[in-house]
């Protein structure tokens, strides 16, 4: 009996299904990868330690330090500058228990310290096939290698060490399929901020989203990743892309790629959505139809095209949120005033960020009103910029070049936007105060970032391709 065609998300599910769920119990699902970093996992420790348990798979888990790190080096005696006592803790902390449980930690001292999701691809912790989960919302960017990845409590965390496995309900399947060419200034970031734009930040909930079509076939594994980082924007439970030969080339090059690469690649060509299989949603998305886009409003949905007016609020919801940004419906973002610049986060501190940054920089200067930070994702992404010059070349623009960190993203470390301050960054979130109290938030591409730091204002960065085609 042939079976019926399957999604990549039902081949994934099914392959890690341990107890199936029924109407009165969620499903047992098995963990391949666990992720935990010092902010969401010192009471999962200690729930494990008041049990008198151990982690039953602690070689499947993987700890960094990120979030509350600092990103400025360590002083004259060799402190490290941190924000609060409670952060310099919470470090602390982790490094008791990953040495006490025996669990790979990438410390402060590590050369593969990082954010979370930008290390565990580079060193091949992630692959095409796993499950994989982490005490943070953007895990899904690890849906880019064709993985089911998501985010979990503080309590599911303490689980997953405890048992390698989860409760889960099998959520809906929703394909977003974006078909066309790209336009120069156009990117990743770009792509997926019109789509939570299109679909609204509930538009996912309770899916899990397959992105598919050229556009998404054209992209490389970290514009993938932005892709996929940002599907809990749209509500979304997690995404993915299934893996190609752009993904199995990426896990070739990593230090933990299977020894039997041949083999893996093998399997992992099965992982793709079955011809005639049925998604519960489907979006389809012309590739034209995407600008360089912003924010404009206190969540991820209110994006617009960067010459696209303001639209005029629809409830109580958006006036609120025009209030606090102290923007008028009607008119444009591009031409605002700009006070800080921030590249960086796990949506946007790889090396092909910094490169697109640094080419905009090259040669011009910050204008004198921004502050700039740009903050390499991991060490490893900060030792190749600097091999390129791209540090030099930021700071020969007048930006600041940090230590690889969340940074401002989430600013837990000190790195903060100042209340009332306009800031174009590149992360995840725009939520009022995300940035610091009172910060208001534009979140952009690296192009539209960079631009903007150089215009003092936000701007369209086409015009840098007008440009360039002027002199051509």
């Given at each position: 009996m042939t079976s019926a065609p399957r999604t990549l998300f039902d081949k994934?599910?099914?392959?890690?299904?341990?107890?199936?769920?029924?109407?009165?119990?969620?499903?047992?699902?098995?963990?391949?990868?666990?992720?935990?970093?010092?902010?969401?996992?010192?009471?999962?420790?200690?729930?494990?330690?008041?049990?008198?348990?151990?982690?039953?798979?602690?070689?499947?888990?993987?700890?960094?330090?990120?979030?509350?790190?600092?990103?400025?080096?360590?002083?004259?005696?060799?402190r490290l500058p941190y924000y609060t006592k409670a952060s310099e803790t919470q470090v602390e902390t982790l490094a008791r228990n990953c040495a006490e449980f025996g669990i790979e930690l990438f410390d402060m001292g590590s050369a593969g310290r990082g954010i979370v999701h930008v290390i565990a691809p580079e060193q091949g912790f992630t692959q095409p096939g796993m499950t994989i989960v982490c005490g943070d919302s953007h895990t899904s960017t690890h849906g880019a290698f064709g993985s089911l990845a998501f985010g979990i409590g503080t309590s599911e965390v303490g689980?997953?060490?405890?048992?390698?496995?989860?409760?889960?309900?099998?959520?809906?399947?929703?394909?977003?399929?974006?078909?066309?060419e790209l336009a120069p200034g156009v990117g990743a970031k770009d792509v997926i901020l019109h789509v939570i734009g299109a679909i609204g930040v509930n538009g996912g909930t309770g899916h899990v989203i397959e992105y598919r079509g050229s556009t998404i076939r054209a992209m490389d594994m970290e514009q993938r990743m932005t892709l996929c980082n940002m599907s809990i924007e749209a509500g979304a439970r997690a995404g993915m892309v299934?893996?190609?030969e752009t993904t199995f080339e990426y896990v070739r090059r990593t230090p933990h790629a299977p020894a039997d690469f041949d083999a893996a690649v093998a399997g992992w060509r099965r992982l793709r959505t079955d011809d005639g299989a049925k998604f519960d949603a489907e979006v389809v998305i012309d590739a034209k139809d995407i600008r360089p886009t912003l924010t404009w409003g206190t969540h991820p949905g209110t994006a617009i095209a960067v010459d696209e007016p303001i639209p005029a609020a629809g409830d109580a919801a958006a006036k609120k949120g025009l209030d606090y940004m102290h923007f008028d419906a009607g008119h444009p973002l591009e031409g605002t005033p700009v006070d800080v610049v921030f590249v960086g986060s796990c949506t946007n501190g790889r090396l092909r960020d910094l490169r697109e940054v640094a080419a905009v920089?090259?040669?011009?200067?910050?204008?004198?009103?921004?502050r700039m930070l740009v903050v390499p994702g991991s060490e490893i992404v900060k030792r190749e910029a600097e091999a390129e010059g791209i540090d030099r070349i930021v700071r020969e623009a007048g930006a600041e070049w940090r230590e690889p960190g969340c940074s401002m993203c989430i600013a837990m470390n000190g790195d903060l936007v100042a209340p009332g301050q306009l800031a174009v960054s590149t992360s995840n979130r725009n939520f009022e105060g995300r940035q610091g109290p009172g910060s208001r938030t534009l979140l952009a591409s690296p192009l539209s970032a960079a631009w903007a730091a150089v215009n003092g204002k936000v701007s369209d960065p086409r015009e840098l391709f007008a440009e360039k085609k002027a002199v051509a």
């Open positions: 994934l599910w099914d392959a890690h299904v341990v107890v199936p769920e029924t109407d009165s119990a969620p499903a047992v699902l098995y963990i391949d990868l666990h992720l935990i970093h010092e902010v969401t996992s010192p009471q999962a420790f200690a729930e494990l330690r008041a049990r008198g348990l151990k982690p039953r798979r602690p070689d499947r888990t993987k700890a960094t330090m990120d979030h509350s790190t600092p990103t400025l080096p360590a002083g004259p005696d060799g689980h997953v060490l405890a048992t390698q496995c989860l409760l889960q309900r099998k959520p809906k399947s929703m394909s977003i399929t974006v078909e066309g299934a893996p190609d920089l090259k040669g011009r200067k910050v204008a004198p009103n921004v």
